[in-house]
């Protein structure tokens, strides 16, 4: 399995941007899709992202279409969402995570065997 750290997360103003990572270590990095999820305040966690093992193809939960932007580099063994125009409702911590496959519904996403960072704290906040 996969040991996954997320860094990159802080306090933002409303509109501002932020590239958070997710570091990988372990084999066959490319071997899994990786996740990210959120966790807001008094809120359940929800899938945000998915993007494929290669790289080529991402999908995302609706809120955030056209504002957040995922990539991976397999050679590096990173994963960077970069999110723009963020706004208070994006607040909470952001966890990747990896499995095998992005589901089509990213409300579906729940990657609950796969394996799992710490998680990093993204505020927006003015």
């Known amino acids: 399995q996969l040991r996954l750290v997320e860094s990159g997360g802080g306090l933002v103003q409303p509109g501002g941007s932020l590239r958070l990572s997710c570091a990988a270590s372990g084999s066959a990095f490319d071997y899994y899709v990786i996740g990210w999820f959120r966790h807001a305040p008094g809120k359940e966690r929800e899938g945000v992202s998915c993007i494929s093992r290669s790289g080529g193809s991402a999908n995302y939960e609706d809120s955030v279409k056209g504002r957040f932007t995922i990539s991976r580099d397999n050679a590096k063994k990173t994963v960077h969402p970069q999110m723009d125009s963020l706004q208070p409702e994006d607040t909470g911590v952001y966890f990747c995570?990896?499995?095998?496959?992005?589901?089509?519904?990213?409300?579906?996403?729940?990657?609950?065997?796969?394996?799992w960072g710490q998680g990093t704290q993204v505020t927006i906040s003015s």
């Open positions: 995570a990896a499995d095998r496959a992005c589901p089509r519904d990213i409300s579906t996403m729940t990657f609950l065997f796969g394996s």
